[in-house]
């Protein structure tokens, strides 16, 4: 979507325009607020005092944002220099009286800190920077910027900590260029990117609502510091998690408490999918919630028992354990133990693959093949209807017309048909030279669509070709059995390969 200018002056004329572009605007002077205000160590607190900088403190807390304010107001900025004005910020860090508010060269305290430091930044020089107050919820900010054609540059590796702190910078400058090029000022901005557009986009909150069925169990662990919270934790609690990137909204998520605990302690639903936040130390998240309390099943019988016991995970002792495949057998297993202990297991998630064809449904022909099989796997795989175009017509040679059966990110312009990915169904395919005729006619769809990967389907299963070294290959093919699909961790498999794919990956 481009940026609408009739629809955007009918927002800044409507009373709730007005006042949210007001309220965008920079700090005239840092008000005290509670979201400002942090508890800090008493001799840190007694060190300010002496200092005589008796500002900077309320009611026995200190102004965080006032003392970053007032660090960056002292500094000189130019446009021109941002790249190595703000690295020399980064790499001499801020200290006030005496206290290392912001240590040198620490990026992992920058994204923490990143919505004091963005806003101090924005109240001295507007011109520029940004309030960033997506902390956590760089989905939200992504579909934003993807709805609205800002483009946002490759978010850094996990690995890659500098980058990930001056990524920041990056927000900036797109945002500067965007805003410059739309003539809004800082605040229209501000009330842009944080009341606008997700009005517009009607962005999902996180309540709780209804959830897909779950495609996946994974494992994520809590510490001394979490269980409070995890104890705690009413029916509707939901809190962000450090998460595998492959995690969709409705999966099942397995929560481990560490030592001194050392046991499973609750069952969550994951509410979002997982996607990557640069200003996370983890990288990677998904929000949960629909806690259950389960009974707690101990370390030592997760090693005792000869299901649990083969997870690789189990053998490392829980290390590294948020975002951890759990396989379907593990899982069923958990439940057959949760009910040993005599909890009601019928109030807990399931996880299986898709069944296929009840006794009064027969394959009679390639339509049934559609019907019966192939779509209600792409619904399983998080497809909607519009999400493919069947029998998209177009030119093979002179006059000649061919209609693929599936196109899945399909441009129809004429003479510009493309796609990301194809299916081509077929009744039967019983022996090696129906497989070749197959899979020749859906490479040549493939090659005049430009797509990266295409399917070939029939009643025995699936064939998945993927290009590479840009090419296909007959013998280089991934195949499953309708049956194999019935278990939910081969069906997990194929959902990598031609699933329905996440944004922020």
């Not at 639903?269 to 309390?293: C, E, Q, W």
């Not at 022909?365 to 099989?373: A, G, K, W």
């Not at 899945?408 to 004429?414: E, K, N, P, W």
């Amino acid at each position: 979507m481009k940026f609408n200018k009739y629809i955007w002056e009918l927002y800044m004329s409507s009373e709730t325009g007005k006042r949210t572009i007001e309220d965008s605007k920079p700090f005239k002077e840092i008000p005290n607020s509670e979201e400002f205000l942090l508890v800090f160590e008493e001799d840190e607190v007694e060190r300010i005092k002496q200092s005589g900088q008796l500002d900077f403190l309320h009611e026995g807390k200190v102004n965080i944002l006032k003392i970053y304010y007032n660090h960056f107001s002292q500094k000189p900025f130019f446009i021109e220099k941002a790249d190595e004005l703000f690295s020399q910020w980064i790499n001499e860090g801020v200290n006030f009286a005496g206290i290392d508010i912001l240590k040198k060269e620490e990026d992992s305290q920058w994204w923490a800190d990143i919505e004091y430091i963005s806003n101090a930044l924005y109240v001295c020089f507007p011109e520029f920077f940004f309030p960033y107050f997506f902390q956590h919820k760089f989905d939200e900010f992504s579909a934003i910027c993807e709805e609205y054609n800002i483009a946002l540059p490759e978010i850094p590796k996990k690995r890659h900590r500098r980058e990930r702190t001056t990524y920041y910078l990056d927000i900036c400058r797109i945002l500067h260029e965007f805003r410059t090029n739309n003539e809004l000022s800082p605040e229209e901005l501000i009330a842009f990117i944080y009341d606008f557009a997700p009005k517009s986009l009607s962005i999902k909150n996180m309540e709780n609502g209804s959830l897909s069925e779950p495609s996946k169990v994974w494992y994520v662990g809590g510490g001394k510091t979490d269980f409070d919270f995890l104890d705690g934790a009413e029916s509707d609690e939901t809190s962000f998690w450090q998460s595998n990137l492959d995690t969709r909204i409705g999966d099942i998520i397995i929560m481990y408490c560490w030592s001194p605990r050392s046991y499973i302690h609750s069952v969550w639903r994951a509410v979002n999918d997982g996607f990557i936040d640069p200003f996370f130390y983890y990288h990677s998240l998904t929000y949960i919630s629909n806690p259950i309390r389960v009974p707690p099943i101990a370390f030592h019988e997760i090693k005792s028992n000869s299901v649990l016991a083969k997870s690789p995970i189990v053998k490392n002792n829980f290390q590294g354990v948020n975002g951890y495949p759990v396989t379907q057998e593990e899982y069923n297993e958990m439940l057959k133990l949760w009910a040993e202990k005599g909890m009601n297991i019928s109030t807990l998630p399931k996880i299986e693959g898709i069944t296929y064809l009840s006794e009064d449904i027969i394959l009679r022909d390639e339509r049934d093949i559609e019907v019966h099989l192939i779509e209600p796997l792409l619904h399983k795989l998080k497809y909607n209807s519009t999400d493919w175009i069947r029998q998209m017509p177009i030119r093979m040679g002179r006059g000649e017309r061919n209609y693929p059966d599936y196109c899945f990110g399909a441009v129809t312009t004429r003479g510009e048909e493309s796609a990301k990915m194809l299916i081509e169904a077929k009744y039967s395919i019983k022996n090696r030279k129906m497989l070749s005729d197959a899979y020749f006619q859906a490479k040549s769809y493939a090659i005049r669509l430009q797509a990266d990967k295409f399917v070939v389907a029939s009643k025995e299963g699936l064939w998945i070709y993927n290009q590479q070294n840009g090419k296909f290959e007959l013998e280089k093919s991934v195949f499953y059995t309708w049956n194999d699909l019935g278990n939910a961790d081969k069906l997990f498999e194929l959902s990598k390969m031609i699933g329905k794919k996440l944004k922020n990956k």
